[in-house]
């Protein structure tokens, strides 16, 4: 969590763009998402870091409130 709060402490700019769903999987009360996405951290005009990658999702659906949650989240890219 510290490291997470660093990095947006020390940035200018986050741009996180969802890409095509790669694969998606669903029924009443589960859900799998296989997602692309690029991702730009600007931390200063001459330091971007650009990351190209994909996100497999792991979602439940609650009964009760009708809400889907994110159970698991597994980073899939190569950085």
Avoid: H, Y
């Amino acid at each position: 969590m510290r490291t997470t709060l660093g990095l947006f402490q020390n940035v200018q700019r986050l741009d996180l763009v969802w890409n095509n769903i790669i694969l998606l999987t669903q029924d009443s009360l589960t859900a799998n998402v296989v997602r692309s996405f690029n991702l730009t951290i600007i931390f200063n005009p001459t330091d971007v870091i650009r990351v190209d990658g994909r996100v497999n999702l792991a979602l439940k659906k609650n009964p009760d409130n009708e809400k889907w949650q994110i159970s698991r989240w597994l980073d899939e890219s190569n950085f």
